[in-house]
């Protein structure tokens, strides 16, 4: 079965960290850029991360800049979210998705990516 399948999510303190991961299954990732998404109840799924298939290009939204940093491992068909100081403006179900490319300017654009998987949720505490 061709899917992507996110882990690593949890109930993390403020100032915490957790790695997320987001492996294939039934496709290898090596010819996929990928990106990380979440989405927090009531509102929109918003681009957190992406990565380049290479892994020479990385994108952040700049509310988490500085503290998630985005890998992957091409041999193990895997993407990582290292996620540190996590605040409660992080809590959201994360989604990592394939794509075949993207810019800059679209990378935030949930329409560039074809393969989702089912996400993973953060929730850090007020």
């Known amino acids: 079965q061709v899917q992507l399948v996110e882990s690593g999510g949890g109930l993390v303190q403020p100032g915490g960290s957790l790695r997320l991961s987001c492996a294939a299954s039934g496709f290898t990732l090596d010819d996929y850029a990928i990106g990380w998404f979440r989405q927090a109840p009531g509102k929109e799924r918003e681009g957190v991360s992406y990565?380049?298939?290479?892994?020479?290009?990385?994108y952040y939204a700049d509310s988490v800049k500085g503290r998630f940093t985005i890998s992957r491992d091409n041999a193990k068909t895997t993407v990582y979210l290292q996620m540190h100081s996590l605040n409660p403006d992080d809590t959201a179900l994360y989604y990592c998705?394939?794509?075949?490319?993207?810019?800059?300017?679209?990378?935030?654009?949930?329409?560039?990516?074809?393969?989702w998987g089912q996400g993973t949720q953060v929730t850090v505490p007020t």
């Open positions: 998705a394939t794509s075949r490319g993207s810019t800059w300017l679209t990378w935030r654009s949930p329409a560039v990516y074809d393969r």
């Open positions: 990565i380049s298939s290479s892994a020479r290009t990385t």
